[in-house]
């Protein structure tokens, strides 16, 4: 079977729509046809600054959001990244052959050191981390979010550089995009991110949660009055609704906006119950696996058990094509 690969960061309390939207959603598809491998990534979440305290129960808050969408333990591998030790060792041989200037023109760090004015190792080697993750299982797909492509590419440049060099050991990976938009800020600009507090709409979230974060969201800025005609394109709410409202009534929300005939809190407000009832299941199945802690706990233990046998061989082929194998016998 095709082997996939995907991970979702531990830097908010759960995951996010975007995450959802973008990645999840194609995990579910996938884990139905393939051989899947999906992990809390915390050693991405320790490249910026963060609370060492708080880590751990973000490290389960994804764990629980993951089986709550409906990752299989039995059908997928569900694992934390900093139990297998080998995604930092084939990260640190991949990162040899990278050059610094590559990763610095990538637009995610561009925009990390832009936002937090300075910026460590670790955060400049993020996509040789993120490539060693999906290489370290030689997958073949890997679901993601649009913003995500430029380091899907990288990993497959990282790849085919490693096979020229060395030996034929990776498959380039291919992106498995299960939405081809990027889940829009509540804030305005960019993307959801759970760095940005008020940005993000989290899976968690109760319905009241759902509309008060809705109901201060940013829409159009030129529309400063009820009576104003909206311009939907130039709108996040809109943008959302085009995630989960059906096609006919998205058109008739966006000649009722350009008309003023429906002002911007009807509109989230409408959007608010659209989200709230998709979203309805997940937090049920959530609420179970709250009240059984322990084995979401085994679940990422077993996860990393049957995943060290496979990042084992592939260190060892890479360990030898590199010439930091076992010394041959002298003959």
């Known amino acids: 079977m095709v082997r996939v690969f995907s991970g979702i960061q531990p830097t908010g309390d759960g995951v996010h729509l975007g995450n959802y939207l973008g990645a999840m959603l194609g995990m579910l598809d996938l884990q139905r046809e393939h051989d899947c491998i999906f992990a809390v990534v915390d050693l991405h979440a320790i490249t910026l600054p963060y609370e060492a305290r708080l880590l751990p129960q973000r490290v389960l808050s994804v764990a629980l959001d993951y089986l709550a969408a409906g990752i299989d333990p039995q059908r997928s591998i569900l694992l934390r990244q900093s139990d297998v030790r080998e995604h930092v060792e084939l990260a640190y041989l991949l990162g040899c052959q990278t050059t610094v200037n590559k990763l610095a023109q990538l637009p995610t760090y561009k925009d990390k050191l832009a936002r937090h004015g300075v910026a460590g190792l670790g955060l400049l080697a993020y996509p040789v981390l993120m490539a060693a993750d999906i290489l370290l299982y030689r997958a073949e797909l890997v679901p993601v979010g649009k913003d995500q492509l430029p380091h899907i590419e990288l990993t497959r440049e990282v790849a085919r550089a490693f096979n020229r060099a060395f030996a034929p050991l990776f498959p380039e990976p291919q992106a498995y995009l299960t939405s081809g938009a990027v889940v829009p800020s509540l804030l305005g600009a ?21 509309a008060d974060k809705l109901a201060r969201a940013v829409t159009d800025p030129a529309r400063q009055r009820r009576n104003d005609p909206g311009e939907p ?4 709410v809109y943008t959302l609704h085009g995630l989960y409202t059906p096609v006919a009534e998205l058109a008739e929300l966006s000649g009722a906006c350009s008309a003023a005939q429906i002002g911007c809190l009807e509109c989230k407000s409408r959007l608010a119950r659209e989200i709230s009832a998709s979203l309805a299941p997940v937090r049920e199945r959530r609420r179970e696996l709250v009240a059984h802690l322990n084995d979401v706990r085994d679940v990422l233990r077993d996860g990393a058990r049957r995943a060290r046998p496979l990042a084992q061989a592939t260190i060892y082929e890479v360990r030898r094509a590199m010439g930091i194998g076992e010394m041959e016998n002298e003959k």
């Not at 960019?190 to 759902?210: Q, R, T």
């Open 190 to 210: 960019g993307a959801m991110a759970k760095s940005v507090p008020g940005s993000f709409i989290a899976l968690s979230d109760e319905p009241e949660v759902i």
């Open 233 to 236: 394109t130039r709108c996040n």
